[in-house]
């Protein structure tokens, strides 16, 4: 097995031959070819090369497959006696790249696609952008991936135990698919508008509990 070890926007990465890796959202467009220049280590079979810091004359070619963003991060800012309640949401970009190949600067290559023909039925069909929906990141959208499903219309069809039992096995527990399931049926028949709507009464993916009353509320 050929891999490389790259640096990209100052964070690191297992790069292998065939295979995507999700880093930081780059300034590219889906389709581009992208050069990690900066090959910290390459291990070709039994040769391995530790860069000083850097490989010299080594790079990982790779092709854009598409942006995508991550689970949403809350943050609560709580000052007490001031009144100062702050809730923010963060989703962070990503983008995932499809490792072409790996070597000297100047000769990688694309690899030789696949013949549509000999190619899997679930392959020729596009795949959506999973991480549209609330809730789903890059782990659940790999995972999900990884058994079959790419789609919203797949997704839409699927039930919540079969969900929940394709996130145990990823070893992600504590995920509730039935706002997915819901926001998928939205998406698949092309209800923007609502699914819209439906994202803003959820958090995680889930419908976000009302808020408890005050205590000067309760006194009343």
């Known amino acids: 097995m050929k891999y490389a070890i790259v640096e990209s926007g100052g964070k690191q ?7 995507t890796i999700v880093v930081d959202r780059l300034p590219v467009n889906a389709g581009d070819d992208f050069k ?12 391995f090369s530790v860069g000083t810091p850097l490989v010299s004359g080594i790079e990982a070619l790779t092709s854009v497959v598409g942006h995508f963003r991550g689970d949403k991060v809350v943050a609560f800012r709580y000052s007490p006696k001031k009144r100062i309640r702050v809730r923010r949401g963060h989703r962070q970009e990503y983008t995932r790249l499809m490792v072409e190949s790996i070597g000297a600067a100047g000769e990688t290559r694309r690899r030789e696609k696949t013949p549509e023909a000999a190619r899997p039925a679930e392959v020729q069909a596009e795949a959506d952008d999973l991480a549209r929906i609330e809730g789903i990141g890059p782990k659940v959208a790999e995972a999900l991936s990884a058994a079959g499903i790419v789609t919203f219309a797949q997704l ?7 969900i929940q039992q394709i996130m145990k096995d990823a070893g992600l527990k504590m995920m509730s698919p039935e706002g997915w399931i819901a926001q998928a049926k939205l998406a698949a028949a092309g209800e923007w508008k609502a699914f819209d709507k439906l994202q803003k009464e959820l958090t995680a993916g889930r419908v976000a509990k009302p808020a408890g009353k005050s205590a000067a509320a309760k006194k009343k």
Do not use: C, P
């Not at 990690?36 to 040769?47: K, S, T």
């Not at 839409?156 to 079969?162: L, P, Q, R, T």
């Open 156 to 162: 839409a069809e699927s039930d919540a135990e079969g």
């Open 36 to 47: 990690l220049e900066r090959v910290l280590f390459l291990a070709d079979g039994e040769q």
């Open 13 to 19: 990465y297992k790069a292998v031959e065939g295979e």
